[in-house]
């Protein structure tokens, strides 16, 4: 396992050249590259998570009394065994991944999948709006999820634009592999995806990232 990846457990402080590196989550890439190219489009991303709460367009559900449970009463541990079972292959946890080369980016995967000669990425997302529907309808080409799409060729895929994708691109890249198991779950329905990892978007996304780490991040967290 430690051919494809480094995998340390350690504070999020981490001395190194006399600087200190506190990691950036992959999963804010998105909102970095938007502040660095001074665009006007906001991230959801790039605004203070709120723990325990639902989505806003879920509160008049909380306000009836229903329950996250009752309206998802499943967790990503659960799926990560349907997984296993359906296509015969061992999930591996692990803990927070710390990027090598480059210590100021990690990722906490949900897990890895060992696939012949290599361990390859596995990303779980639950959509809260999509607890108790369908993921994608087949059969009318459309998705329920807006990061979900319909190529030209009717095949569904990963929308390149949405910060999923970069957040996915990203984590391959710390972690050192080149495809990710992409599993979208709902009650109803579970869609598949592999995605390759995208050397041209990392060259891209990878100085933009540590510029504004080194440029603005850095400076906040010393003074």
């Not at 950036?24 to 998105?30: C, F, S």
């Not at 996304?205 to 780490?213: A, M, N, R, S």
Request: proline fraction near 4%; glycine fraction near 2%; include cysteine.
């Amino acid at each position: 396992m430690d051919r494809y990846f480094e995998k340390l457990l350690v504070p999020r402080a981490q001395k190194k050249h006399e600087n200190i590196y506190l990691p950036v989550v992959t999963k804010h890439a998105a909102a970095i590259c938007i502040y660095v190219n001074e665009e006007n489009t906001l991230s959801k991303t790039d605004t203070p998570m709120i723990w325990n709460r639902p989505p806003e367009s879920q509160l008049a559900n909380y306000r009836k009394g229903c329950t996250l449970e009752s309206l998802f009463p499943s967790d990503k541990s659960n799926i990560k065994g349907m997984i296993n079972n359906l296509f015969q292959t061992e999930i591996y946890a692990t803990g927070i991944v710390i990027c090598f080369k480059q210590p100021f980016l990690d990722y906490s995967p949900d897990g890895f999948i060992f696939d012949e000669e290599e361990f390859q990425l596995l990303d779980i997302k639950c959509p809260f709006s999509s607890a108790n529907s369908i993921i994608v309808d087949y059969d009318n080409e459309a998705s329920m999820v807006n990061y979900l799409i319909f190529n030209e060729s009717n095949e569904v895929e990963l929308k390149k634009m949405h910060k999923y994708y970069t957040q996915i691109e990203m984590s391959m890249y710390v972690v050192n592999v080149k495809l990710c198991h992409f599993f979208v779950y709902s009650m109803n329905q579970y869609a598949y995806l592999n995605i390759e990892r995208n050397e041209e978007f990392l060259i891209l996304v990878i100085p933009k990232i540590e510029q504004f780490y080194f440029e603005n991040y850095i400076n906040l967290i010393m003074w």
